[in-house]
């Protein structure tokens, strides 16, 4: 029987599976209908409803630049000129270049606020990189500490023995371990391009305080281990990664790995 998620198949597209689960920031920016299932879960809706939050104020940003390149061309006061020499007249073009300029600052400012917002729709904005060795039953990762960081590409990928995406359904502390058993409901597989409806691995307790039910999280767990070597936890972490990861899985599959 085969999982409900989205998988990707050998040319590194979405498989054409039903019941695939749409990312909140997505359907707020596409304006896409939210199915019952959606409606239903509010660790979606709550993205849902901050995503619609933060694209109504890009909105107002976006509404001012406009507004102020339809204004007219601001005009300074005159001001007297001494009696004893003239002064040359600026040249229009020389006000022209100053107002783009001004725009150009403007709009830069506007660019720089709508990434600060994509940021904050999904936590910190970029990808944690864990331990990269288990310990016994296995050393939980630890972002930024302690542990070999990764730079993705086709050589990780064909190292992993696991790359999944979904939402958390579960963290459960392993009584005198340290460690929490997670579990995730699986929403797009990477590799194997299909997997179980939902997988578990482990994390070091209290590793990051964001992996909890409802979360939206990514995970690439290397061949032989449980624990994440690499994580990332809401929307503006997982992008970035689901693009180099969907980038880069063709040729993954034609790479040695070369680990150890």
Request: proline content about 9%.
């Given at each position: 029987?085969?999982?409900?998620?989205?998988?990707?198949?050998?040319?590194?597209?979405?498989?054409?599976?039903?019941?695939?689960?749409?990312?909140?920031l997505f359907a707020v920016l596409y304006d896409e209908s939210l199915s019952?299932?959606?409606?239903?879960?509010?660790?979606?809706?709550?993205?849902?409803?901050?995503?619609?939050?933060?694209?109504?104020?890009?909105?107002?940003?976006?509404?001012?630049?406009?507004?102020?390149?339809?204004?007219?061309?601001?005009?300074?006061?005159?001001?007297?000129?001494?009696?004893?020499?003239?002064?040359?007249?600026?040249?229009?073009?020389?006000?022209?270049?100053g107002l783009a300029g001004a725009l150009a600052a403007a709009f830069a400012g506007a660019v720089f606020g709508i990434g600060w917002l994509l940021a904050a729709n999904g936590g910190s904005g970029a990808m944690s990189n864990g331990a990269s060795a288990d310990k016994a039953a296995g050393a939980a990762s630890s972002p930024g500490r302690g542990g070999e960081e990764h730079d993705g590409g086709p050589g990780y990928l064909a190292c992993a023995r696991l790359v999944v995406e979904g939402t958390v359904t579960g963290v459960r502390q392993l009584a005198g371990s340290g460690e929490e058993r997670v579990t995730l409901r699986v929403t797009r597989a990477y590799k194997p391009a299909k997997t179980a409806a939902e997988v578990?691995?482990?994390?070091?307790?209290?590793?990051?305080?964001?992996?909890?039910?409802?979360?939206?999280?990514?995970?690439?767990?290397?061949?032989?281990?449980q624990v994440p070597d690499r994580y990332a936890v809401g929307e503006a972490e997982i992008a970035p990664e689901r693009t180099w990861i969907v980038r880069d899985l063709p040729e993954s599959r034609t790479t040695t790995c070369q680990d150890g």
């Open positions: 029987m085969s999982a409900d998620h989205e998988r990707y198949d050998d040319r590194g597209g979405p498989g054409d599976q039903d019941g695939v689960e749409t990312d909140a019952a299932g959606q409606l239903a879960d509010p660790a979606f809706m709550a993205e849902h409803r901050a995503a619609t939050a933060d694209l109504a104020l890009l909105r107002a940003h976006l509404t001012g630049i406009g507004d102020a390149l339809a204004g007219p061309d601001p005009r300074p006061a005159p001001r007297p000129r001494p009696a004893e020499r003239r002064r040359r007249r600026a040249h229009p073009g020389v006000r022209a270049l578990e691995f482990l994390f070091g307790a209290g590793t990051d305080a964001r992996v909890r039910t409802g979360a939206r999280l990514l995970v690439g767990i290397p061949d032989g281990r």
